[in-house]
C-alpha cells in the first residue's frame, strides 16, 4: 500500500481571507487514517477559522481539500458530512430545544444514515457496534442518564459531550474537535481526553484536537500541527515540535519550555 | 403518550373534525357555512404556514402572494379548464413561485427574509396590475360562472385537512426533523448532513402550493378579481397572525386559532362594529404578552395557575387597602427601634 492510500484528508494551500484580512494562509496538511493530530497556535493564529474552511463552514479563498480524493472545495457543508467528516464547534451548539436522544438521532437520521440489511428494514450495514444507535452512542459519551431531559437544561461540560456524540452519530471517519476541553477542571481535561484517545481506537476514527491549551494536547496526540498568524510553522511529533525555534518564538518560549518538561 | 400514539390521536381527531366539517352544510345556516369557509380557509393556509414557518423559524410574508397567484389563475383560466384542473394549476404556479424565490432568497434570515418575502409579494402584485393595465387592458376580471357554494366548500375543506394531515404527517420523517434543525440551528444542522438549501425550498414551496390552492378556490367567492383584492396582503399578515397566536411550532394550534379567530372577528363585527378593529387589537396584545406559547400551550394548569395569581395579587390589596400593611409597617419599625 502505497502513502496515498492512508490519505483520509488532504488540504493543500488553503487561504481564507475575509476582506482585506487573511485569517489563514496557504496552509496544507494530510490527515491518514487513524491519526490522532493536534492543532495549537496562540490566539488569532486562525485555528478555528482553518478548522471551519476544512469543514466546510467557511468557504476556500484559495486551495485545494479532498477526502480520499474526492474534491470538496466549494461544497455545502452536508456533503463534507456525508463524506464522513464530522465536527464539533467551540461553544456546543446543541438544538436546546429537544431532548439529548433527539439530538444524537439527529445525525443518525441524516449524514450517519446507512443502507439497511434488508431494503427497509434489518440493522444498518457497515457502522460500528458503539455507534449503532442512540442509546449506544450516550453510553459512549456518557450521557445515558440524561437521555430525557431537554439539552438546554444540562451542564456547560455535558453540552460538550453531546457536541462529541452528535458528531459521532454522523459515523464520521474523521472527527473535527473544537477546543473540546476549554474551561473544564484538570480532571474532566483528563477525562475529555481519554475519551478522544479511545473513540480513536475503538471506531477507527481520525481525530483532529484544537486546543487553546498547550500541555493537555502535547500529552495526548501523536503528531501537532503549530499554526501562527494563518500559517503553519511546524507539523510533526510532539516532542519534535515543542523545539523548534519558531514554535518557541511564538509562544515566547516559557510555555513550550513548561511543555517539553512535562514530555520528557 | 408515546409518538405513535400521539400520532393515532392527531389523526383519529382530525377525522373526527373533517367528519364534523362535512356534515355541517347539511344542518347549517348559509351563514354558517360561509363563515365555516373562511375558517378552513385559515386552518389551510396557517397550518401549512406553521409547517414550514412555524419550525424553520423562517417568517414569510409571502402567503399573500400565492393566494393570489391561485386566484388569479382562477379568473383566468376558470372557462377552460375543469375545476380541479384550475386548482392544481394555481397550485402548480404557487409552487413554482415559490421554488424561484425560495432559491434566491432563502439563504437570508430573520427579518432580512420577512421583509424581502413581503417586498416580493408586492412586486408580483404590482407586476400583475401593471400587466393587466398594460397588456390585457383591463384592471380586473368577472367571474361569469362559478361553481356552487359546495363545490367550493369541499374543495376548501379538502385542501384543509390536506395541510393539518400532512403537517401531521410530515413532521414525524426526516423532513420534518430537518426543519426542527434548521429553526434550532441552521448551520449545526447542516455539519450534521441536512440539505438545507433543498430543505428550505421544498417547505417553502409546500406552505405556497397549499396557499395558491386555497387562492384558486376563493376566488370564485368574490365576482369581480382584480389585483389588489386578489394579493391583498391582509391574508399574508391574518395567516402568520392566526398561526402565531394558536403556536406556530405546534399541529392544532393554527387550527384552533383560526377557528377561534374567524368566529371572533365575524360576531364582533356584526355586534360591535365600531370597535371591532380595536377590541381584536388588545385581544392580539394580551395573546401574546400572556400566551407567548400561542393558544395551544393552554392547559388547565395555565388557568389555575391565572386564577392563583389573580387571587393573591387580591389578598395583597386587600391587605394593602385595609391598612393591615401600613400598621405592620409602622409596627415592625417601632419593635426594631426599642430593639436598639
Same mark, same amino acid.
Given at each position: ?264 | ?37 373562511t375558517?378552513?380557509m385559515y386552518?389551510?393556509l396557517s397550518?401549512s404556514w406553521g409547517?414550514?414557518c412555524g419550525?424553520?423559524?423562517y417568517l414569510s410574508l409571502a402567503t399573500s402572494a400565492f393566494f393570489g ?21 394555481? @397550485?402548480?404556479?404557487?409552487? $413554482?413561485?415559490?421554488?424561484?424565490? =425560495? +432559491? #434566491?432568497? !432563502?439563504?437570508?434570515? &430573520?427579518t432580512?427574509f420577512a421583509v424581502l418575502t413581503f417586498g416580493m409579494a408586492e412586486?408580483i402584485r ?38 393539518? @394531515?400532512?403537517?401531521?404527517? $410530515?413532521?414525524?420523517?426526516?423532513? =420534518? +426533523? #430537518?426543519? !426542527?434543525?434548521?429553526? &434550532? ?22 406552505t405556497?402550493?397549499?396557499a395558491?390552492?386555497v387562492g ?12 389588489h383584492t386578489a394579493f391583498n396582503p391582509f391574508i399574508g399578515f391574518q395567516t402568520v397572525l392566526i398561526a402565531l397566536i394558536g403556536?406556530a ?5 393554527p387550527?384552533?386559532a383560526a377557528?377561534?379567530f374567524s368566529?371572533?372577528a ?10 371591532y378593529m380595536?377590541?381584536l387589537g388588545?385581544l392580539l396584545i394580551?395573546c401574546v ?52
Amino acid at each position: 500500500m502505497s502513502a496515498s492510500e492512508h490519505l483520509l484528508l488532504r488540504a493543500q494551500n488553503v487561504t481564507v481571507r475575509f476582506g482585506g484580512l487573511t485569517a489563514v494562509d496557504a496552509v496544507s496538511a494530510d490527515i491518514r487514517h487513524g491519526e490522532l493530530v493536534g492543532i495549537m497556535g496562540p490566539n488569532g493564529a486562525g485555528k478555528t477559522t482553518f478548522f471551519n474552511a476544512i469543514s466546510g463552514v467557511t468557504s476556500l479563498s484559495a486551495g485545494e481539500l479532498a477526502i480520499e480524493g474526492r474534491a470538496l472545495a466549494g461544497a455545502a457543508p452536508h456533503r463534507f458530512a456525508a463524506l464522513g467528516l464530522a465536527r464539533t464547534f467551540q461553544t456546543p451548539r446543541v438544538f436546546a430545544d429537544l431532548p439529548v436522544r433527539e439530538n444524537i438521532r439527529f445525525g443518525l437520521k441524516f449524514a450517519g444514515r446507512r443502507p439497511r440489511k434488508y431494503w427497509l428494514w434489518g440493522e444498518e450495514r457497515g457502522v460500528p457496534w458503539a455507534l449503532r444507535n442512540e442509546d449506544g452512542i450516550l453510553q459512549l459519551i456518557g450521557l445515558a442518564q440524561l437521555a430525557d431531559v431537554p439539552a438546554a437544561a444540562i451542564t456547560p461540560s455535558q453540552q460538550r459531550l453531546l457536541e462529541i456524540g452528535m458528531a459521532l452519530a454522523t459515523r464520521p471517519r474523521l472527527l473535527l474537535l473544537d477546543e473540546v476541553a476549554a474551561g473544564l477542571t484538570e480532571i474532566e481535561v483528563e477525562e475529555m481526553a481519554r475519551l478522544i484517545r479511545r473513540l480513536r481506537d475503538e471506531l477507527d476514527l481520525s481525530v483532529v484536537w484544537i486546543e487553546h491549551a498547550v500541555k493537555v494536547l502535547l500529552r495526548h496526540v501523536e503528531r501537532v500541527i503549530v499554526l501562527h498568524q494563518g500559517r503553519k510553522i511546524a507539523d510533526g511529533k510532539p516532542s519534535e515540535v515543542v523545539r523548534n525555534p519558531d514554535v518557541i518564538e511564538a509562544y515566547l518560549g516559557d510555555e513550550m519550555v513548561d511543555a517539553h518538561e512535562g514530555l520528557t | 403518550m408515546n409518538s405513535r400514539n400521539l400520532l393515532w390521536r392527531d389523526l383519529l381527531v382530525l377525522f373526527g373534525l373533517s367528519g364534523w366539517a362535512l356534515a355541517l352544510p347539511a344542518h347549517a345556516s348559509e351563514f354558517a357555512v360561509s363563515m365555516a369557509l373562511t375558517c378552513l380557509m385559515y386552518v389551510a393556509l396557517s397550518s401549512s404556514w406553521g409547517f414550514f414557518c412555524g419550525t424553520s423559524r423562517y417568517l414569510s410574508l409571502a402567503t399573500s402572494a400565492f393566494f393570489g397567484i391561485g386566484a388569479y389563475t382562477t379568473a383566468v383560466m376558470l372557462g377552460e379548464l375543469s375545476w380541479f384542473g384550475v386548482i392544481a394549476l394555481g @397550485a402548480g404556479l404557487a409552487t $413554482l413561485v415559490a421554488v424561484v424565490m =425560495g +432559491l #434566491a432568497v !432563502l439563504h437570508l434570515r &430573520g427579518t432580512y427574509f420577512a421583509v424581502l418575502t413581503f417586498g416580493m409579494a408586492e412586486l408580483i402584485r404590482h407586476a400583475i396590475s401593471y400587466f393587466e393595465k398594460s397588456v390585457s387592458g383591463t384592471v380586473g376580471r368577472v367571474l361569469a360562472t362559478v361553481p356552487e357554494m359546495g363545490t367550493i366548500y369541499h374543495t376548501v375543506l379538502l385542501l384543509a385537512v390536506l395541510a393539518v @394531515a400532512l403537517s401531521i404527517g $410530515l413532521r414525524r420523517t426526516r423532513f =420534518g +426533523l #430537518a426543519l !426542527l434543525g434548521i429553526g &434550532g440551528d441552521e448551520q449545526r444542522a447542516q455539519t450534521l448532513g441536512v440539505n438545507t438549501r433543498l430543505v428550505k425550498v421544498a417547505g417553502f414551496a409546500f406552505t405556497a402550493a397549499i396557499a395558491g390552492g386555497v387562492g384558486a378556490a376563493m376566488a370564485v367567492r368574490w365576482t369581480y378579481i382584480d389585483p389588489h383584492t386578489a394579493f391583498n396582503p391582509f391574508i399574508g399578515f391574518q395567516t402568520v397572525l392566526i398561526a402565531l397566536i394558536g403556536g406556530a411550532m405546534t399541529v392544532w394550534g393554527p387550527l384552533i386559532a383560526a377557528i377561534v379567530f374567524s368566529v371572533l372577528a365575524e360576531t364582533l363585527r356584526l355586534q360591535a362594529p365600531q370597535i371591532y378593529m380595536m377590541t381584536l387589537g388588545i385581544l392580539l396584545i394580551l395573546c401574546v404578552l400572556y400566551l407567548p406559547g400561542g393558544l395551544a400551550s393552554l392547559r388547565w394548569q395555565t388557568f389555575k395557575a391565572w386564577w392563583q395569581d389573580s387571587r393573591s395579587w387580591w389578598k395583597a390589596r386587600r391587605y394593602e387597602w385595609s391598612g393591615d400593611k401600613a400598621r405592620d409597617k409602622r409596627k415592625a419599625r417601632e419593635n426594631r427601634i426599642v430593639g436598639l
